[in-house]
Nanobody
């Protein structure tokens, strides 16, 4: 199995950028398809984006397309979420998740989850 730890969250102003990291331990990260999700207070967890095992294919929610970029460095066992042009509606706890078997990128049924990192965007 794999353990995931997110970092890089914080309080920023609208228009700022943040880069989240998701560091994995245990099995090598290259075995897993990776996803980023977020959950705002009172809302369901929603898909932000996903990246294939090699990093070749990337998928994004419409709400973040063009602003957020997912990347991965399998040699460092780390996945990143670069977030630009942040908006107050991006405020949420952000989670990375890993799975070997994928039913649908946006479905939150990934096998392994991190503990989350808070991102707060002020207007």
């Amino acid at each position: 199995q794999v353990q995931l730890v997110e970092s890089g969250g914080g309080l920023v102003q609208a228009g700022d950028s943040l880069r989240l990291s998701c560091a994995a331990s245990g099995r090598t990260l290259s075995s897993y398809r990776m996803g980023w999700f977020r959950q705002a207070p009172g809302k369901e967890r929603e898909f932000v984006g996903g990246v294939s095992r090699s990093g070749t294919y990337k998928y994004y929610a419409d709400s973040v397309k063009g602003r957020f970029t997912i990347s991965r460095d399998n040699a460092k066992n780390t996945v990143y979420l670069q977030m630009n042009s942040l908006k107050p509606e991006d405020t949420a706890v952000y989670y990375c998740a890993a799975t070997e078997i994928l039913s649908e990128w946006a479905r939150p049924d990934y096998k392994y989850w991190g503990q989350g990192t808070q991102v707060t965007v002020s207007s």
